[in-house]
């Protein structure tokens, strides 16, 4: 009877190589999958590699950024807070700029306010208004007679003395009660 054949073990590595390589990081397994190829014995994880090139720690890539990558990086930075600090200068001295507006506007208003406190000042200190204030104390002149109106007088009639229909020198027409009644019915003859 013949001995029985153990079966062969799969192929460990996508590229069909012989050896086991879930040990090595991926960027060697191309290198190793192809040194590992001629001497496929396995080996458990971790043990070291006994036969094939050792692999030099100088000879490994290491993982970082480019120089020319840091320069971009920190020229990106600079640039960043340039913008930034332009930014903050053109919004103070657009900030500025509207206050010095309002103050103009302010200055302005306080300048027509004083104006026309100097006018009223000179008012007041006319002769007609000090003659008028000293009416109402009844320190006028010894001609004059003071008066007041009771706060419940009732109005003036239209027609009364030193009314403005019945001024002096006002032309006073005399009309016919049937002009009267023509005007209200067809309207005023013009």
């Not at 007088?153 to 027609?159: E, G, K, N, T």
């Amino acid at each position: 009877m013949p001995a029985p054949t153990t079966p062969e073990p799969p192929d460990a590595t996508p590229d069909g190589g012989d050896g086991d390589l879930a040990a090595v990081p991926a960027f060697l397994r191309a290198r190793a999958g192809a040194a590992g190829r001629a001497a496929a014995p396995a080996r458990a994880v971790g043990e070291p590699q006994a036969d094939g090139p050792a692999l030099e720690a100088a000879a490994l890539p290491m993982p970082g950024i480019a120089p020319r990558r840091l320069v971009l990086i920190a020229a990106g930075i600079v640039l960043a807070w340039v913008l930034v600090s332009f930014g903050r200068q053109v919004a103070e001295a657009s900030a500025a700029s509207a206050r010095a507006d309002e103050l103009r506007a302010a200055n302005a208003a306080l300048r027509d306010e004083v104006a026309a406190m100097e006018e009223e000042l000179e008012t007041i200190q006319g002769s007609r208004y000090i003659d008028l204030a000293a009416r109402a104390y009844r320190l006028g002149t010894a001609q004059e007679i003071p008066f007041a109106l009771a706060a419940n007088a009732p109005p003036l009639a239209a027609d009364a003395p030193g009314s403005a229909s019945v001024r002096l020198g006002a032309d006073t027409t005399v009309r016919s009660p049937i002009d009267s009644w023509l005007d209200v019915l067809f309207g005023p003859d013009d």
